[in-house]
C-alpha cells in the first residue's frame, strides 16, 4: 500500500488494487489528509448536538465543500495519471411511507462516495456510512503506520 518519500513521514503513495491485481497508484502526501480525516469522522460520530440525528449521518463539517479527499497520481513533470481516489459526501433523500395512505415523510441521509480510477479508466464506487468511512480510513493509516516503522535517522518526528 505504501512506499516511504524521502522527508515527511506521511509522504506516502496508495497503491490501489482490484481482485488482487495493480489497479492504479494515487496519492501526494496523502497520509496526513487520511490521518485528519480519521480524526475529523471519530469526532463528528461523537457529536450528541447538531443536524444528523443518525452517527451513520454525520462527517466532518466542511466549508461550502463536500469533497473530503481527492488523491492523485503525478508524474514529476506535473502530468496527471495513474488513478484517482477520491471521497464525495452527498445527501440523499429517502421516502419513510407512514401508517396508511399517503402519509409518510423525506428523510435525508449523508453517505460518502469513495470513487477509484485506475491507470486504464476503469471507475469503482463504494457508498459508505459514516462508520465504514470511519474505519477505512483508520485501515488505511495503521497500514501506512506500519510500513513507515519506528522512527529511525533521517525520519524526523512521526507525529501526525
Not at 31 to 49: K, N, T
Not at 53 to 62: G, Q, T, V
Amino acid at each position: 500500500m505504501c512506499r516511504d518519500s524521502v522527508g515527511s513521514p506521511y509522504e506516502v503513495t496508495l497503491e490501489l488494487h482490484r481482485d488482487g491485481a495493480p489497479y492504479g497508484t494515487v496519492g501526494e502526501r496523502c497520509g496526513w489528509f487520511l490521518s485528519r480525516l480519521a480524526r475529523g469522522v471519530a469526532e463528528a460520530r461523537a457529536e450528541r448536538d447538531g443536524p444528523w440525528p443518525d452517527p451513520d449521518d454525520r462527517f466532518p463539517e466542511l466549508p461550502d465543500e463536500e469533497e473530503l479527499f481527492a488523491f492523485r497520481y503525478r508524474t514529476r513533470n506535473g502530468l496527471v495519471g495513474g488513478g484517482e481516489l477520491r471521497c464525495r459526501l452527498r445527501t440523499i433523500p429517502v421516502w419513510v411511507p407512514g401508517g396508511r395512505g399517503p402519509a409518510g415523510e423525506w428523510r435525508l441521509t449523508r453517505r460518502a462516495f469513495v470513487e477509484a480510477w485506475g491507470s486504464g479508466g476503469v471507475g469503482l464506487r463504494a457508498v459508505l456510512t459514516s462508520a465504514e468511512l470511519g474505519g477505512f480510513v483508520e485501515a488505511l493509516v495503521a497500514e501506512a503506520e506500519e510500513c513507515l516503522g519506528p522512527q529511525r535517522p533521517g525520519n524526523p518526528g512521526r507525529t501526525q
